[in-house]
């Protein structure tokens, strides 16, 4: 993982910075130069909300290697308020039942790490809310 | 356009191969495809390979097989759209030739997985890297989370999940190719190890070395050669977003439609002129959901049409009759490849033990990623 790579992605993965398309009000994150949807290049800043609801999920039995450290853990993909969705892990899941719909919010978290020496990745996951 | 046909058809065995490299892969495959065609010299060669990078450290894959297949300084160019890069070499290959430009081509598709102690990770280089694959998102997780949303709306069940594997076990079981040669049971799917919830091994295609090619020429010359020339009557590809969660509707796949959709307007044929079908199962869900895009069951169905034993080697439509990703095994960029060699094998009437009873028509349909790129054709006995 390299350290301009990390820097790139801190804008929405440290503080869920958004862009909404001016022409149809779809949201995007990362950030586009052009809207798949209607093809406008005018795009406004936004914050994302943090709270959400799972769309699906599973959890993880067999990770790759370097988070092979945190099996079971639970991945899925989240709608948040205004519509927008992503994809990530679901924390402190031991012994509650995920289900579909269940409101989660988003909070900061360690995500990877790339060896003992190399960059520490941190990012958004959710937390269920109820 | 010209039509154009296929003469001949090759694969190595599927499996864990360690005494074969890439290259002796690819060249096995070759050779015997140009042999079973009857055909010395090649106008081109298009190759497909997902990651030859980072499973074994070799690029430039093109260069290489045009060397080592001994055919020294024709054209050779490797396609790559994931795991549907066989598929997609396949069809590069016939618009070179339905377009005039060359009139022999040798298309094929290699992947060499077990050199690598990660696979998984180089896999999911399929996936959007910064957005799935970063946080945690390992593909059987993308289709655990496809498996999980149609079990929600439609009330698949986790037995109909196991079926497809089941089915596709028993076929392979008839393929001498086949990596797992040997049947398997409902129970034996539920009771596998857990990899994604709920999706188990026995719910996931292997890791797999192998090749398989295919050489074809324009319709007007087939007739020249050793075999009984297979038309190619349609092909089609879409794309699709490149991260499952921007998609509208996470149970269906859009590509995999449209890619069907442009392939049957194509051929003029409609999912029930189909007789048999060979489709992407990476895992058992995405057959599911594959057999209701290409109209072979309504949408939300898939998992039904599989429990009923519609999709058996006796059934209304079979499909992966050589036992699919799931049991003849999955060498990514040789699947779309072994795929075409099937349908030509079963409407030739040379598929052995699991030949059909006389098919007209064949359909092919591969995909990368979760579903972001996918490429249909269909064939005709001539």
């Known amino acids: 993982m390299s350290v301009p790579k990390t820097w790139r992605g801190e804008k929405y993965r440290y503080r869920l910075e958004a862009v909404k398309c001016t022409g149809c009000g779809k949201t995007y994150m990362p950030a586009r130069a052009v809207c798949p949807e209607c093809g406008s290049r005018d795009f406004e800043d936004i914050k994302l909300p943090a709270e959400g609801k799972i769309v699906t999920y599973s959890m993880v039995h067999v990770g790759p290697a370097q988070m092979q450290f945190e099996v079971p853990y639970a991945v899925a993909i989240i709608e948040l308020e205004n519509g927008l969705r992503l994809t990530t892990q679901i924390v402190d899941t031991q012994n509650k039942e995920l289900k579909i719909g269940q409101k989660v919010r988003m909070v900061f978290r360690k995500i990877q790490e790339d060896g003992k020496t190399g960059v520490i990745g941190y990012g958004y996951k959710a937390m269920l809310a109820e | 356009m010209r039509d154009v046909a296929v003469i001949g058809v090759g694969n190595t065995k599927f499996g864990e191969l360690w005494e074969y490299s890439l290259r002796d892969l690819f060249v096995e495959a070759a050779l015997k495809a140009l042999d079973d065609a009857g055909v010395d010299m090649i106008d081109s060669i298009y190759v497909g390979t997902m990651s030859s990078g980072m499973f074994v450290d070799q690029e430039h894959i093109g260069a290489l097989v045009a060397d080592y297949v001994g055919k020294k300084h024709v054209p050779a160019l490797r396609v790559e759209s994931a795991c549907a890069s066989g598929g997609f070499a396949f069809r590069q290959g016939l618009i070179e030739v339905a377009g005039g430009f060359s009139d022999i081509v040798l298309v094929g598709g290699v992947e060499k997985m077990t050199d690598t102690e990660d696979a998984t990770f180089a896999l999911s280089s399929a996936a959007d890297q910064d957005n799935e694959s970063y946080f945690g998102a390992t593909f059987p997780a993308l289709y655990a ?26 076929n392979g079981s008839l393929n001498p190719d086949a990596q797992f040669g040997r049947k398997i049971t409902i129970e034996a799917v539920k009771k596998s190890v857990m990899v994604a919830e709920p999706l188990t091994i026995l719910d996931c ?157 064949g359909l092919t349909q591969n995909m990368g990623g979760s579903g972001a790129s996918s490429v249909t054709h269909i064939f005709e006995v001539v």
């Open chain 2, 145 to 170: 989370m496809i498996a999980r949303a149609h079990m929600h709306k439609y009330g698949t069940t986790r037995d109909q999940l196991a079926a497809v594997s089941v089915k596709n076990h028993n």
């Open chain 2, 205 to 361: 295609s292997p890791v797999t070395d192998g090749a398989a090619c295919a050489v074809i020429c324009p319709l007007e010359m087939a007739g020249k050669f050793k075999k009984k020339p297979i038309k190619v009557i349609g092909t089609g590809v879409a794309t699709d977003t490149i991260a499952l969660h921007s998609r509208e509707d996470i149970t269906t796949l859009k590509a995999v439609q449209l890619s069907a959709d442009r392939a049957y307007q194509m051929a003029g044929k409609k999912p029930g002129d189909i007789d048999l079908a060979e489709v992407h199962d990476c895992f058992t869900i995405a057959e599911i959901v594959v057999t209701e895009e290409l109209g072979f069951a309504e949408k939300g169905k898939g998992g039904l049409l599989v429990e009923e034993g519609k999709t058996a080697l006796d059934g209304e439509i079979p499909i992966n009759t050589s036992g699919g990703l799931k049991s003849k095994g999955h060498p990514v960029g040789a699947t779309g490849i072994a795929q075409v060699a099937e349908i030509v094998r079963q409407l030739r009437g040379e598929a052995g033990e699991r030949q059909i009873d006389n098919p007209k028509v």
